[in-house]
T-cell receptor, first 114, second 109 residues
């Protein structure tokens, strides 16, 4: 299944670095999501875009900055991260936000902040 | 608050049957999902229940009781490749997905 791709798959960065995560979906969907997955914790929804408009921002620190230039692409810009931000960052897409749409996930970016 | 509970880890034997339970307390209900996630990979959709009862899909079945706030995922004829984490998620009244922490299933020969 290559409907949702993410790059890079692994990333190590220092607390002063700036990096970006990229997500692309090839499913013709209109909603895209960023999640944080930490070990033994539930998935945490970070941001939601529906038809390129941000519709959810779940109290995410400003050191995480999303960008959605079109319905197929989603970025997560990272700067001055903290070690506790180390986690798996998952991108997902669905036909639209809401209703009973199934979300389809990318493989994630494993981030380590030193 | 909203909460999804599922066991942290379960162990089962190849060829056997295992049932993974999920209980939920959410503000409203608009469906329950089960996802499978192999280590280092994307969660993949397994099943969706919105009405009470059993949904069967090959070796996997999912059951829902809305009055009890309860679901289970039943895996039959277990194979080694079924070793993975199984995530339960409920869509609430605002159509937000509320996720459980996942159940790590270990299959032994």
């Amino acid at each position: 299944e290559t409907g949702v791709t993410q790059t890079p798959r692994h990333l190590v960065m220092g607390m002063t670095n700036k990096k970006s995560l990229k997500c692309e979906q090839h499913l013709g969907h209109n909603a895209m999501y960023w999640y944080k997955q930490s070990a033994k914790k539930p998935l945490e929804l970070m941001f939601v875009y529906n038809f390129k408009e941000q519709t959810e921002n779940n109290s995410v620190p400003s050191r995480f900055s999303p960008e959605c230039p079109n319905s197929s692409h989603l970025f997560l810009h990272l700067h001055t991260l903290q070690p506790e931000d180390s986690a798996l960052y998952l991108c997902a897409s669905s036909q639209e936000q809401g209703n009973q749409e199934t979300q389809y996930f990318g493989p994630g970016t494993r981030l380590l902040v030193l | 608050g909203q909460n999804i509970d599922q066991p942290t880890e379960m162990t089962a034997t190849e060829g056997a049957i295992v049932q993974i339970n999920c209980t939920y307390q959410t503000s409203g209900f608009n469906g329950l999902f089960w996802y499978q996630q192999h280590a280092g990979e994307a969660p993949t959709f397994l099943s969706y229940n919105v009405l009470d009862g059993l949904e069967e899909k090959g070796r996997f079945s999912s059951f829902l009781s809305r009055s009890k706030g309860y679901s289970y995922l039943l895996l039959k004829e277990l194979q080694m490749k079924d070793s993975a984490s199984y995530l339960c998620a409920v869509r609430d009244s605002n159509y937000q997905l509320i996720w459980g922490a996942g159940t790590k299933l270990i299959i032994k020969p």
